[in-house]
Nanobody, 127 residues
Framework: QVQLVESGGGLVQPGGSLRLSCAGS????????IAWFRQIPGKGREGISC????????VYADSVRGRFTISKDNAKKTVYLQMDNLKPEDTGVYSC????????????????????WGQGTQVTVSS
């Protein structure tokens, strides 16, 4: 059974940075993808970034491109999200999600494209 555990959330001032981690376990597949989603109060869940284990291909939502960077450590089955220049509108619960992903497959950021989810970590951007 795939398990994902997020960490690294917290309170940060506008313009600050945070680094989230998503530690995976319970899977042996070599080719998979892990994405970050966020749930903002009053809004639906938004896919913000995804990375492929095979070639490190990435996708970003327009709302975070240029400010957030996703990376991976396959040996640790861990994916990171470096968040810089944070804004109050980035406040929300950040969750990671996992799915099998063959090399060269199209990488989608929709919820339906993922099978397993973590519990989430709260990110609050406020002065």
């Amino acid at each position: 059974q795939v398990q994902l555990v997020e960490s690294g959330g917290g309170l940060v001032q506008p313009g600050g940075s945070l680094r989230l981690s998503c530690a995976g376990s319970g899977f042996t597949l070599k080719y998979y993808k892990i994405a970050w989603f966020r749930q903002i109060p009053g809004k639906g869940r938004e896919g913000i970034s995804c990375i492929s284990s095979s070639d490190g291909a990435t996708v970003y939502a327009d709302s975070v491109r240029g400010r957030f960077t996703i990376s991976k450590d396959n040996a640790k089955k861990t994916v990171y999200l470096q968040m810089d220049n944070l804004k109050p509108e980035d406040t929300g619960v950040y969750s990671c999600a996992w799915a099998p992903h063959p090399p060269a497959a199209i990488m989608r950021l929709e919820e339906y494209a993922f099978e397993s989810w973590g519990q989430g970590t709260q990110v609050t951007v406020s002065s």
